[in-house]
């Protein structure tokens, strides 16, 4: 089956605009994680889906950062006003059910660009 | 809540050597453990995985890990490094229970002709 796409696979802004980046899950999968990779770093955890429960918001670095997941599916991640310090690779990656399966599936990564 | 060390955060070897890289993780109750290889430009692709059982597991391209539960360390081998192994390497630690799972911050690995 399908895995984890993301959607641009890179984008470039400028600094103070607004951008959306978009995560289509592997089918089944009712967890959703956004983890951001900067030049050279490892993976840092933004937010966290799972099913109809309130998001683990723990990550997000700023109030220019939210995300949201419709219908227990897509979701986007949407970073207001835009700073350079947000250059960096995006990614997404989706799991079973907690009891159900732990391994994280990954997309291959929305690279943003902040001119 | 968990956490996890990756002592080393670039290591070169030459292509036929032997590798092996470092993860030490904290949690306090049994761990699920993951090694997870991302190439340049790629996402992150899973190597291997422990959950219980024999703490020798077995992966794709070669590699194997071995669980220490004395050590706390999950630590990742291959006997002959390939020039295509040349990536960026990342254990991972969860919990079953909620699937909070908790990334080393990654070595990466050059391999030298």
């Keep these: 089956g399908a895995g984890v796409s993301q959607s641009p696979s890179n984008k470039v802004t400028e600094k103070g605009k607004d951008v959306e980046l978009r995560c289509d899950p592997i089918s089944g999968h009712t967890a959703l994680y956004w983890y951001r990779q900067s030049l050279g770093q490892g ?18 670095p700023s109030d220019r950062f939210s995300a949201e997941r419709t219908g227990g599916s897509v979701s986007t991640l ?16 989706s799991s079973l059910e907690p009891r159900q399966g732990i391994e994280q599936f990954f997309g291959p990564g929305t690279r943003l660009t902040v001119l | ?11 070169t070897v030459s292509e ?9 993780y904290s949690y306090g109750a049994t761990p ?14 899973l190597l291997l995985k422990y959950f219980s059982g024999d703490t020798l597991v077995q992966g794709i391209k070669g590699f194997e890990a071995e669980f220490k539960r004395s050590q706390s360390s999950f630590n990742l081998r291959k006997p002959s490094v390939h020039w295509s192994d040349a990536a960026e390497y990342f254990c991972a630690v ?15 690995l050059t391999v030298k002709p």
């Design chain 1, 43 to 60: 993976l840092e955890f933004l937010i966290y889906f799972q099913g109809n429960s309130a998001p683990d918001k723990s990550g997000l």
């Design chain 2, 1 to 11: 809540a968990q956490s996890v060390t990756q002592p080393d955060i670039h290591i």
């Design chain 1, 78 to 93: 949407t970073i207001q006003r835009t700073q350079q310090e947000d250059s960096a690779v995006y990614l997404c990656a």
């Design chain 2, 16 to 24: 036929g050597a032997s590798l092996e890289l470092r993860c030490n």
């Design chain 2, 94 to 108: 969860g919990a079953w229970a909620n699937n909070d799972m908790r990334f080393g911050a990654g070595t990466r």
């Design chain 2, 32 to 45: 699920y453990l993951f090694w997870y290889v991302q190439s340049p430009g790629q996402g992150l692709q």
